[in-house]
């Protein structure tokens, strides 16, 4: 079992950062991948970001790419989703979530963990 917990969330200004933080703890798979999605309200979860454990290689979805960073640092279990420039519509529930595989995956059904979500609103 992998544990996932979020943080970082808030209200912010249109055009504002954030930063959201994914603490992993339990079991660790040397192929983890570790991955961000979000919900908005009246909406379907969709993939945000996602980075391997071991590589640092990431992806990330068209609509945050040039806005949006994700890292992670080894030595604290954790990965961060660095978000600049922040739109209205990029406010949702953000999830954390992470699989047990070699490549990485953009559909949420992929991902065997979950965190709790961490909610981040971006005024206009």
């Known amino acids: 079992q992998v544990q996932l917990v979020e943080s970082g969330g808030g209200l912010v200004q249109a055009g504002g950062s954030l930063r959201l933080s994914c603490a992993a703890s339990g079991r660790t798979f040397s192929r983890l991948i570790m991955g961000w999605f979000r919900q908005a309200p009246g909406k379907e979860r969709e993939f945000v970001a996602a980075i391997k454990w071991i590589s640092g290689s990431t992806y990330l979805t068209d609509s945050v790419k040039g806005r949006f960073t994700i890292s992670r640092d080894n030595a604290k279990n954790t990965v961060y989703l660095y978000m600049s420039n922040l739109k209205p519509e990029d406010t949702a529930v953000y999830y954390c979530?992470?699989?047990?595989?070699?490549?990485?995956?953009?559909?949420?059904?992929?991902?065997?963990?979950w965190g709790q979500g961490t909610q981040v609103t971006v005024s206009s």
């Open positions: 979530a992470a699989e047990n595989a070699l490549t990485i995956a953009t559909s949420e059904g992929r991902y065997d963990y």
